[in-house]
């Protein structure tokens, strides 16, 4: 099956401090990577859209300038989460996609700030 | 409302028995229909996906769709430890796929 891996699997940082997060689809070319954000016993919360080659679409309530999403190519896609506060400690996770296909879910990373 | 609904659980059963999870969705335009499973601290894997009313099969498992009711359902029989994990549904919106989760039900076998 599709491989979707994510680095780093957990990072803790300082309250200011940027954390960027990769997601990388192994085996297949993905035209759309999803992130999502998951708190602890809670859902996953689809944060923004992002098609290779152009600006994510980000849903409601989610800061672009706060979470900058970057899909330069059709196998990696980076989010950088700026000037992170302890709110924002949260597991993060992508999901990738080829055209008309499922979504692949990678492992997700767990985010602490201090 | 919510657009997917899901009890969060715990569900807590016996090794052997069969475990019944379901979610409740509020647009009736809803077409596709997904069961995925995430143990902890990992990402959701796709265990099952539904197009139409009625049941599909896949080992173990069983989804089932009622859109009369905007219900659907899985079931697991012969549960085992390994099935230990948090299911949850999700529905695809129908322009970009992107998926709209229920709220997951956190599932424990005890072996």
């Known amino acids: 099956g599709a491989v979707v891996s994510q680095h780093p699997s957990w990072v803790i940082c300082k309250s200011g401090t940027s954390v960027k997060i990769e997601c990388r689809s192994l085996?297949?070319?993905?035209?759309?990577m999803f992130w999502y954000r998951q708190f602890p016993k809670q859902s996953l919360m689809l944060m923004a859209t992002?098609?290779?080659?152009?600006?994510?679409?980000?849903e409601q309530g989610v800061e672009k300038d706060k979470f900058l999403i970057n899909h330069a190519s059709l196998t990696l896609s980076t989010l950088t989460v700026t000037s992170a506060h302890p709110e924002d400690s949260s597991f993060y996770i992508c999901?990738?996609?080829?055209?008309?296909?499922?979504?692949?879910f990678g492992p997700g990373t767990r985010l602490t700030v201090l | 409302q919510k657009e997917v609904e899901q009890d969060p659980g715990p569900l807590s059963v016996p090794e052997g028995a069969i475990v019944s999870l379901n979610c409740t969705y509020s647009n009736s335009a809803f077409q596709y229909f997904m069961w995925y499973r995430q143990y902890s601290r990992k990402g959701p894997e796709l265990l099952m996906y539904t197009y139409s009313s009625g049941n599909k099969e896949d080992g173990r498992f069983t989804a089932q769709v009622d859109k009369s009711s905007k219900y659907i359902s899985l079931f697991i029989r012969d549960s085992q430890p390994s099935d230990s994990a948090t299911y949850l549904c999700a529905i695809p919106k129908a322009a970009g796929n992107k998926l709209t989760f229920g709220g997951g039900t956190r599932v424990l076998v005890k072996p």
């Open positions: 999901s990738a996609r080829e055209d008309g296909n499922e979504q692949f």
């Open positions: 992002s098609n290779e080659g152009s600006k994510a679409t980000y």
């Open positions: 085996d297949f070319q993905a035209t759309t």
